[in-house]
DNA sequence: CAACGATCCGTAATTATATGA
DNA sequence: ATCATATAATTACGGATCGTT
């Protein structure tokens, strides 16, 4: 099944040697072993040293508690870590290791979730934006005609509250006042509600200056 | 069985010459037809021995010359690799393996850079979100007044119609008619355009019934 | 030709090392 | 010493191509 490789099979000669029973992946024994390798010494730079293990890969009895372990807590106090390398076979160091490597690899497959729900959220609020932009765009157009519509009334009753009995003309001025103060005349304006075109009204051929 | 990897004592410059190398390099990507790939020959191999020891480290100046190459291209020909590795001293091994975790490399960091970048428009986004909500609040409430001064002036319209010459009536009939097919009674309305509070209009402690 | 196997190449994940805070 | 981080190397899996049958 597996196919050995030349570079693979070099390395598993040699690892097995070191590590007997540790590759073997359908059934992973427990690796009670002896580690080669020591301490790493101050910072005594081991070039050349024998410290060129080759990394055996953990079997995954191994990993699954490790994982478990992970899962309670990302951080490992050295009492536990002690406990839990004589537990798993392995070097303490080995566990040490997996640990942080563990913590890097959280890390990113975090960032990664991130980046997704940010970027489905985003998209969401990207589609809701559009539809504000065009319901601002209709409104405005209710809006621009709703006002030119006020004026076209406004129009006809002036005309005729020029040619009408007192009364009307009581009621009408006083409407008209009421208008005026409400909106027409209103201080704050959204430039861009007004369309162009409607700067100059035009109703049955009279412009009424507005 | 045969080992070939390692023994990098960086001496051994020489054995790069092995890769015949062709042709092609097309930007291959996704599975779509014939892409002319390396032609295979001989494996030649092993470079020394089995020393499973890690030179770690490249110099400056390896890094170095890796990063331009990787900035003009970040896949290899085996063409480019055996030369490159030459250049450098180093396995043709280990310049692939350098390439493999640059591109990993750059892959995380685009990550980040993507997801600052998203975040940033997001915000942006999200703010221009606001406003429009805001906008859109505003409008309303400008809209639903115009229509209100509207029903009062076409109110007043209105009784003055029922009380004035019949010449006068005409006018104002007529003007009624066009604001009914121009807006009042249009088939498309926007039902949150309108507050609750002003579902029934009182004008002059009158119901328009609206 | 098709089928197969060996060999190369790449990605993704993993293990380990080196260094600095 | 531990941790975070960068880097190197290894493992496993999959795809593509060549050389044979």
Redesign the interface.
């Known amino acids: 099944m597996t196919v050995i490789r ?2 693979t ?3 598993l ?2 690892i097995s040697r070191l590590y007997p029973g540790l590759y073997n992946r359908p059934p992973p024994q427990h690796p009670r072993e002896t580690k080669p390798r020591r301490r790493r010494k101050r910072k005594a730079g081991n ?8 990394k055996r890969k953990l079997s995954q009895e191994q990993v699954n508690l490790l994982e478990q372990k992970f899962g309670d807590e990302h951080k490992l106090e050295s009492e536990r870590k002690g406990q839990l390398a004589a537990e798993l076979g392995l070097d303490p160091r080995q566990v040490a290791v997996w640990f942080q490597n563990r913590r890097a690899r959280y890390k ?1 497959k975090k ?2 979730e ?2 997704s729900r ?2 489905s ?2 998209e969401t ?2 589609a ?2 559009s539809r ?2 065009n ?2 765009i ?3 157009e ?2 621009a ?3 030119k ?2 004026r ?3 129009g ?2 002036d ?2 509250g020029s ?2 009995s007192p009364s ?1 003309s009581v ?2 001025n006083g ?1 008209m006042g ?2 005026a103060t ?2 027409w005349t209103r201080d704050y304006v ?1 430039e861009d ?1 007004l369309f162009p075109e409607t700067g100059c009204i035009m109703i049955n051929g009279m412009d009424w200056g507005f």
């Open positions: 030349d570079a099979d070099g390395s000669a040699l070039h050349g040293g024998i410290t060129g293990m080759k990113s960032l990664e991130e980046y940010l970027k959220t985003h609020v990207v809701e934006k504000l932009e319901e601002v209709k409104l405005k209710r809006l005609e709703a006002e519509e006020s076209r009334a406004l006809l009753l005309g005729l040619s009408n009307s009621t009408v409407a009421q208008l409400s909106w959204y509600v």
